[in-house]
């Protein structure tokens, strides 16, 4: 849509557009809302408008769109597709007949008396009405799914089933492969029973059945489903039930349905199998959900919750609208604990492209966020919403009774989220003002790149609850304050009571004319203010395009932390994971090729990016490509590396010795000193293993916090060498808070033996920590020493530290490493095991690990184990006496190291003893096609990233397969024997991104 604004900015150029004011309403809600539909109306997708009559259901900026998209589903299914019978529906007809479309059924009963087949098909009549509840028999299969559609039905004269009061419109239970759609329904008994009983528009459920594959809802009108005040009551609603045989739902797709008056939750993916200890200390069996899809849904007028998914790994949830939920219907229920879109004991579920509006939040509720990251959930991701005039704020973290770990909300915009209106005053109850965030628990979680326009008043920008924030960071986001807005911040590096918090501000800019205080703490510096900073010229999403000097690459590396690759911005640009992305949901300026380690080939002209001393490069040091680097004796090259936020890296390097010389040394020196050295694979005799090009592969992994800023990279040769091909890459670590920076709410608790409530991560106090660190400004003492808290009140204990919840694929291949220091005279233990379960307990003593390793070094020294499971849960410990930090937990090196250039192999030689060894490099010739790293990064296309994303982990899975399939075995000679890999070369990988504004996809694409 309105793209001319902006499209020139591509090239790199930092515009300042003219800045015009905010609208100047006061802080009456209505005034905030209008304004904020009056903005969004500009950027409208279609002329759909939600029950406010105002604001659009989906708005577009460029071809990206933000809601639920109009449906494309037909009203009445197509005969000539039902590969089966089909039985017709007509509770209008004046006799019951045969099922056939000249003599349908008339009744419910009667449709639930046929046993239905594979491809089937049960068609209700458009334009009639049905009373009581569809219990469909029979399942389909996977290529004959069976059918529940209407005939001869329009948008207007629906196929409609009334429960009248029942638990269920329709219900399906234990059967599987159904696709339900283009049917009304509808749930009230127009009594006392409303509000007061379990009901439910549509119901899915599992009990006790085993895997269930294949269920799609769509284009469902659901609406004044009028359940009680448990979540249970659900528009619609898939839910397994049972403990007995692990049960779960595979394959569900739920898009285009429209619930509209319900109570007391919208849409629900809900199971029993969710216990895991990490949530809550319940009993209980945990299995996970397959994959759920759930997209393009408008919900309006909701009771309580707006769309929740539990236990469900993966599920997408994109592109859907929820407006006026959490509102307990004018009263007539009192509930709480409700937010707009969010997930319970989830791993790497996907939030994107969502709109929420209007979310409400009463005295009864400390909730009403648009977005929640709820306990016992890892690796959330939210990106690309759009949320405003909410209650509750834009996001909640919510690892009240469990840990919420990892979630990464990115890129996302926010207008006016955190008032409140008059009929609902502040939540006395919390004695909390008006928030935009609330922090009620997190762990290593990232909150970054978001653009926020504050509502006109008094506004916690990060408010706290009991279980805080811990070790997680703010950066990169851009914050407006409007006339009347007064900002307080009640989060940074505080405690509150007997909680410990770390929640820490990088990067940011606070613009606007705010009243009060921005947020400040450990490195307030890297913040900026710039009040006269405020929403661009033009109309619509366009207003929140700004361009500003303020802006323009002023935000620190972070999107790349857990080895992601292929994050977006607001419109779907690239963005730059190693320079200095731009602050705010907008990527305006233009970026170098995203390289860590700059010229790690040595293949630069200039080669300033190297300090050298007496070391040279040339051809006659190469490995691949046109050049590498030779050392004379004692030479030596460094380089400093600007580091991400919280990322840990795998650097791999090649080297090649001098004669029998030593082979030359690869380090990383962190701000702290402590130094890594790389390491090559060994053989049975302990000597380096040799590649079959007659290079040495060398490998170290090492983690930053977040206050990165830089490692000292360093080649030395002490009998000179030659060096090449090095490569620093963020890689996907296992271990939650491997830095120690989260006193409490954190993974690292002592045993339920000493905690007494076995499973709840967040019931023990803070835990003692040493300023002592590697990275951050933490480290963990072993033993540590923590509070608990008994029957006659608070004693002190102490334990290993060690983490119960790390999850590994079962007989793959990991490298567990910590930094040790030990105290004088003593040693410290770095160990895994095989997770016990909730029933063996966690004795102190008799530890049997399956693997060790000890330091008993005064000073940190980087220890390793190898790790191999037999299953998914393991546990690791820190024992003895003495200091650790920077755990990590990484898949195991494969042992070679990738080529930068071409990929031909070079037995490296000496310069001519003619030619005098310079001490500054000099200039080879770039080989064609190389990039240097100067070029910008082209214009994107837009869409949603996942073709090229699909395309990127093709080529790198047969790049991986290309290279394990080159193992082979070679004898380099008496001094060396050993396994020579051969690498594959890497492959270009093209970014081709698929427009994905008015078209569905098969199949939901993840990108992480």
């Not at 500003?548 to 690759?565: F, V, W």
């Not at 049975?684 to 490692?711: E, L, N, Q």
Request: net charge negative.
């Amino acid at each position: 849509m309105k793209c001319s604004k902006w499209l020139s900015a591509v090239a790199g150029v930092a515009v300042t557009l003219t800045m015009l004011p905010i609208w100047t309403s006061t802080a009456v809600a209505d005034d905030i809302s209008d304004a904020s539909a009056q903005l969004l109306r500009q950027s409208a997708l279609d002329a759909r408008l939600g029950d406010d009559g105002k604001t659009p259901i989906a708005v577009a900026d460029g071809d990206q769109v933000y809601g639920a998209r109009a449906s494309q589903v037909p009203y009445s299914a197509d005969l000539q597709q039902i590969a089966g019978k089909s039985y017709f529906v007509d509770c209008s007809a004046a006799a019951n007949g045969d099922g056939s479309q000249k003599s349908p059924f008339n009744s419910l009963d009667a449709a639930n008396a046929v046993k239905l087949n594979a491809g089937d098909a049960m068609l209700f009549k458009g334009g009639a009405a049905c009373t009581g509840t569809f219990t469909p028999q029979g399942s389909g299969t996977e290529a004959a799914p069976i059918t529940i559609d209407a005939y001869d039905a329009t948008a207007d004269k629906r196929a409609r089933i009334d429960a009248d009061g029942a638990a269920d419109a329709v219900h399906l239970y234990n059967v599987q492969h159904y696709v339900v759609r283009n049917l009304e329904l509808t749930n009230t008994s127009g009594d006392a029973k409303d509000y007061a009983s379990l009901r439910h528009g549509l119901r899915i459920e599992l009990e006790d059945y085993g895997d269930g594959s294949g269920y799609e809802v769509a284009n469902l009108y659901v609406h004044d489903v009028l359940g009680d005040n448990q979540k249970s009551s659900t528009g619609i609603r898939l839910e397994v039930n049972g403990d007995k045989t692990p049960t779960k739902f595979d394959g569900v797709n739920v898009h285009d349905n429209i619930v509209r008056h319900v109570n007391r939750t919208g849409l629900a993916v809900t199971t029993s199998w969710y216990h895991r200890e990490e949530e809550s200390s319940w009993p209980g069996g945990f299995y996970p959900m397959g994959s759920v899809w759930v997209h393009d849904n408008f919900l309006t007028d909701i009771g309580g919750d707006g769309i929740v998914v539990w236990n469900s790994p993966d599920a997408v949830i994109e592109y859907n609208t929820l407006e006026n939920a959490a509102n307990e219907h004018g009263g007539k229920t009192d509930n709480s604990h409700n937010a707009g879109i969010w997930s319970w004991v989830s791993d790497r579920t996907v939030f994107r492209n969502n709109h929420v509006f209007a979310m409400h939040r009463s005295s009864h509720n400390n909730d009403g966020a648009a977005f929640d990251a709820d306990s016992g959930g890892s690796g959330l991701i939210f990106e690309h919403n759009l949320s405003h005039d909410n209650m509750g704020g834009f996001f909640m973290y919510c690892g009240c009774w469990g840990l919420s770990t990892r979630t990464l909300v990115r890129y996302n915009i926010s207008l006016n989220d955190g008032r409140y209106v008059d009929m609902e005053p502040k939540c006395e109850a919390s004695g909390e003002t008006a928030r935009t965030i609330f922090t009620a628990g997190t762990t290593d979680s990232h909150f970054y790149n978001n653009t926020i326009l504050l509502p006109p008043t008094e506004i916690d920008v990060a408010g706290f609850g009991h279980y805080m924030a811990n070790n997680s960071v703010m950066a990169n986001n851009l914050y407006i304050a409007q006339q009347g807005t007064v900002v307080t911040d009640t989060t940074t590096n505080e405690q509150k009571g007997s909680w410990a918090n770390t929640l820490n501000w990088r990067n940011n800019v606070f613009a606007g004319p705010a009243a009060g205080a921005w947020p400040s703490g450990a490195h307030t510096a890297d913040n900026q203010v710039v009040p006269g900073l405020t929403l661009a010229a033009g109309e619509g999403l366009a207003r929140l395009h700004i361009q500003h000097d303020a802006l323009t690459a002023a935000g620190y590396p972070i999107a790349d932390a857990n080895g992601e690759q292929g994050v977006t911005d607001f419109l779907g640009k690239p963005t730059p994971t190693v320079t200095n992305p731009d602050i705010g949901a907008f990527q305006y300026s233009a970026f170098p090729a995203q390289t860590t380690v700059a010229d790690g080939g040595f293949e630069a002209a200039d080669a300033t990016a190297w300090k050298l001393d007496h070391a040279q490069i040339n051809a006659e040091g190469r490995r691949s490509g046109a050049s590498g680097l030779y050392l004379d004796k004692g030479g030596s090259a460094t380089q400093t590396v600007k580091a991400a936020i919280d990322r840990t890296y795998r650097l791999t390097a090649a080297v090649h010795a001098d004669g029998n010389g030593e082979l030359p040394s690869i380090s990383v020196t962190l701000p702290s000193k402590a130094v890594a050295h790389a390491e090559p694979m060994t053989d049975k005799d302990g000597k380096p293993i040799v590649s079959a090009d007659g290079w040495t592969p060398v490998s170290v992994v090492f983690r930053t916090s977040y206050d990165a800023s830089t490692f000292d990279l360093a080649v030395d040769a002490k009998d000179g060498g030659w060096a090449d091909d090095i490569v620093a890459e963020g890689v996907y670590d296992h271990i939650i808070d491997g830095s120690f920076e989260a006193p409490a709410n954190t993974v690292w608790q002592p045993p339920v033996d000493i905690i007494g409530t076995p499973g709840n991560a967040g019931e023990s106090g803070p835990l003692e920590r040493s300023t002592d660190a590697v990275t951050g400004a933490l480290a963990t003492p072993v033993p540590v020493t923590g509070k608990r808290q008994t029957a006659t009140g608070t004693e002190t204990f102490t334990a290993d530290a060690f983490n119960r919840f790390v999850y590994v694929t079962p007989g793959q291949n990991y490298e567990l490493g910590v930094w040790a220091k030990a105290d004088a005279g003593k040693e410290v233990t770095l160990a895994w095991r095989l997770y016990p379960g909730f029933s063996q307990g966690y004795p102190l003593t008799n530890i049997t690990p399956l693997g060790a390793a000890s330091t008993k070094s005064t000073e940190y020294t980087r220890v390793t184990v190898p790790v191999n499971s037999t299953q998914n849960q393991i546990e690791v410990r820190c024992s003895g006496n003495g200091l650790c930090d920077d755990m990590t937990l990484v898949s195991a090196w494969n042992g070679t190291a990738p080529a930068i250039g071409d990929a031909s192999p070079n037995q490296p030689s000496k310069p001519k003893p003619t030619e005098p060894k310079p001490t500054a490099p000099t200039a080879p010739t770039e080989p064609a096609g190389k990039d240097d790293g100067a070029n910008p990064v082209v214009k994107p296309t837009t869409g949603d990233g996942s073709a090229a994303k699909d395309e990127r982990d093709g080529a790198a899975a047969q790049a991986d397969k290309e290279e394990q399939s080159a193992i082979d075995l070679a004898h380099t000679g008496a001094t060396i024997f050993g396994v020579c890999l051969l690498a594959g070369a890497l492959m270009l990988i093209g970014v081709v991104v698929a427009s994905y504004a008015h078209r569905r996809k098969a199949e939901p694409k993840h990108n992480h």
